[in-house]
């Protein structure tokens, strides 16, 4: 039976850390904008007149066409893996994601180029936000519809691992183009190594689409005999799931804001109002990207033994609550107290983070689990972590003090408490409680 059991689990691990792989890559690709956004971005694709904090807020706001794509590329794939299979669609995603960051990392500046640059930018940026909201219903499908029922949450959970490990080769690209060249070498080409070096996701997702089984329909119960695909999963699940859907991207607003506070604002914030270097920033999002990463993994497993809503609301009231403490350890200037702002933060996002690909595929029937998990999960995205950062610019802009910060990361956590727990209400058959 034991030897039955490890041989049932080796597709399984195999199917997790190849779409935990291809998670990490799209991830990566999608993060390197973000801290080019906050580092580079400003001064390369914009008049040089304009004043920085307008520069910056620019930059934030091509940040933010990526997740306004997001919706839609959740829509648009999630279509293709209800009915074309979670392997296609996921395997499209990733070559659309790797070609255009790499086109990215060969546009001209501003100077060159004059308003034209920053238009290729945003339309760049807006590829990148339909292949990552395709990317992450794929990955996280393939991974747990592979896996032994029992261990849906743990197996769910190295997809989310892509992320920080995305952040991880993000920043690595980052600190080691800048360690290599001088300033203003790298401010003209070094940092456009990081996305042209992107296209080797082309070549993960062909390993996939060649290697990568695509998961079988389970035997259904004869009084659970599932009907046949619809030939618009989109508008089923919005007949019959739209409160979930709804429910779902509320439940992933704190996530979002919290973490991409942590890894794109709180990076701008040090090194332009508190004057901390570049390299101390990226080093703490490192280290608290890869404490985040046995956490994620840990509180996936834990939610398969003690139910996702428990896990996922601890994870919204500790977030909340150190939303508080995470701009006073910076503001210390201290690279140790930064750190520990950073890397708790992370790890109390993974406690919400870790159970949500199980949760959320355990909210929809299988015909339309694609587009309802991924439609959720994006609109979540684009009310959260999209314009996070545009949004803490402004309030410390305007009331010149971080505690405004605060006040907004712990109201998203609110939010996302009361979705869950209404979630929970709704679905007590679906979600584990």
């Not at 199917?15 to 799209?26: K, L």
């Not at 959740?74 to 979670?86: S, V, W």
């Not at 691992?161 to 995305?166: E, I």
């Not at 990226?282 to 939610?303: E, R, T, W, Y």
Request: aromatic share 12%; proline share 5%; net charge positive.
């Amino acid at each position: 039976m034991a030897s039955q059991q490890a041989e049932s689990s080796k597709p399984s691990t195999k199917v997790a850390v190849m779409a935990s792989a291809g998670a990490a890559v799209e991830w990566y690709d999608f993060f390197i904008y973000g801290t080019a956004a906050a580092l580079v971005f400003p001064k390369l694709f914009f008049p040089p007149e304009l004043p920085l904090f307008v520069a910056q807020i620019a930059a934030f706001s091509t940040f933010a066409v990526g997740f306004i794509a997001r919706p839609i590329g959740g829509l648009l794939f999630g279509h293709l893996g209800d009915l074309h299979g979670r392997k296609n669609a996921l395997v499209l995603a990733m070559m659309l994601m790797g070609a255009a960051t790499t086109i990215i990392g060969l546009l001209p500046s501003y100077a060159a180029a004059g308003v034209l640059a920053p238009l290729a930018l945003v339309a760049m940026r807006f590829i990148q936000g339909l292949a990552v909201g395709g990317q992450w219903g794929g990955a996280a499908l393939l991974a747990i519809e592979s896996a032994p029922a029992n261990k849906q949450g743990y197996y769910g959970s190295f997809v989310q691992v892509g992320v920080p490990l995305g952040v991880v080769l993000a920043n690595t690209a980052f600190l080691i183009s800048s360690a290599l060249v001088s300033p203003d070498q790298f401010l003209v080409w070094g940092w456009r190594i990081g996305f042209v070096i992107s296209i080797a996701l082309i070549f993960i997702g062909l390993y996939i689409h060649w290697r990568v089984e695509e998961p079988q329909h389970e035997a259904a119960p004869v009084a659970k005999v599932e009907t046949a695909k619809p030939s618009s999963p989109l508008f089923a699940v919005l007949r019959g799931h739209w409160r979930e859907v709804l429910l779902a991207g509320g439940a992933f607003i704190a996530n979002n804001v919290c973490f991409y506070i942590a890894i794109t604002y709180a990076v701008a914030y040090g090194t332009t109002t508190m004057g901390l270097s570049r390299e101390t920033m990226l080093a703490a999002v490192m280290i608290g990207s890869v404490a985040m990463i046995p956490a994620l993994i840990l509180c996936g497993a834990l939610s398969d033994r003690f139910g996702r809503r428990g896990i996922f609301m601890l994870g919204a009231i500790l977030s909340g609550a150190w939303a508080f403490a995470v701009f006073p350890l910076i503001d210390s200037q201290s690279p140790v107290a930064v750190t520990v702002a950073i890397a708790v933060a992370l790890i109390f996002v993974a406690f919400m983070y870790g159970p949500q690909a199980a949760l959320f595929a355990e909210l929809f029937p299988r015909e339309v689990r694609y587009s309802g998990a991924s439609l959720g999960y994006q609109i979540g995205t684009l009310a959260g972590g999209g314009f996070a950062p545009i949004i803490a610019t402004a309030l410390f802009a305007h009331y010149q003090t971080t505690l405004s910060i605060s006040v907004y990361l712990a109201a998203t956590c609110v939010v996302s408490l009361v979705c869950i727990i209404l979630l929970g209400r709704m679905n007590r058959g679906a979600v584990h409680a």
